[in-house]
């Protein structure tokens, strides 16, 4: 069994017509090094939006920068530690540089596999300040720009994940961060007076290094083989068994920052393959 991350195509990305996709406005993706972050980062550049991808892997994420811009996309990477709220300040200040702040798309992440009474603390306070703490000040540095900007508007997505909204054994510190930028998406957006959006998009397994990673460890924990981990645990409540592709969730995000998304304020969009309200 062999399940690889996929390559995209400009075939593939939702491009909408759309007045604040300008080239003149900013867009920032974070774990724009791999996966999901790769393929929204190149899906805003693609349509048409000065996009500034963050990630500490520096040699991934020029690589993103460079299938963007092979793609006739405009796109600034900048190596970025999210736990490090210097660097936070300072990546935002730059791409505040290159135009008017309007989207940002909190994506970055990462997984432990364990039960709650041996998870270790270190783990919880990694995972933490990078998906949960890192967005929220993410949000407080950008919210700012959007509201200086011309017409004073500005969207923010959030990656969640099926775990918001139901838990799954030994991934309790993914759960309560994906349950807590649900609160993050509403917050801002209850402060935002309609202008400054707010949103997550929450989905299934996708083909990224963060799921497929994880696939030998389910199997030792839950004492099957990876195989039956893809089936029965990954897919095994989905109506549709085939993982989505990374690119399939960027275009969710393209959609959600677009001007046909405007009452999408707080909301969650739920691409899960029918896991969560069908069972």
């Not at 306070?125 to 950008?142: E, N, V, Y």
Request: hydrophobic share 45%; charged share 20%; with cysteine.
């Amino acid at each position: 069994m062999e399940i690889k991350e996929p390559e995209i195509t400009r075939d593939q990305i939702l491009v909408l017509p759309d007045a604040n996709f300008s080239v003149e406005n900013v867009c920032i993706v974070t774990g724009a090094g791999t996966g999901i972050g790769r393929a929204t980062a190149i899906a805003a550049a693609a349509n048409n939006l000065m996009t500034v991808g963050l990630d500490i892997n520096d040699k991934e994420g020029k690589r993103t920068q460079k299938i963007a811009r092979d793609m006739g996309g405009q796109m600034i990477f900048i190596k970025t530690d999210l736990c490090n709220d210097e660097e936070v300040a300072q990546a935002v200040a730059d791409a505040a540089k290159l135009g008017a702040i309007k989207f940002v798309a909190n994506i970055a992440g990462l997984q432990h596999i364990d039960s709650i009474d041996n998870f270790p603390m270190e783990k919880y306070d990694l995972m933490q300040r990078l998906m949960l703490r890192a967005p929220f000040l993410i949000s407080k540095l950008t919210i700012p720009y959007m509201r200086k900007s011309k017409d004073g508007v500005g969207v923010i997505g959030h990656m969640a994940s099926i775990h918001a909204h139901i838990c799954t054994r030994n991934k309790p510190v993914y759960n309560i961060t994906k349950f807590g930028l649900r609160a993050l998406a509403q917050s801002i957006s209850a402060e935002g007076e309609g202008k400054i959006r707010s949103f997550t998009v929450s989905t299934g397994f996708i083909k990224t290094p963060l799921a497929l990673n994880q696939i030998p460890a389910q199997a030792v924990q839950r004492g099957i083989t990876p195989e039956e981990v893809v089936r029965d645990v990954m897919l095994g409540k989905s109506r549709i068994k085939e993982m989505m592709d990374p690119v399939e969730v960027a275009n969710i995000f393209i959609y959600g920052f677009s001007r046909y998304a405007k009452y999408l304020i707080g909301g969650d969009l739920l691409f899960d393959g029918g896991v969560v309200l069908t069972y």
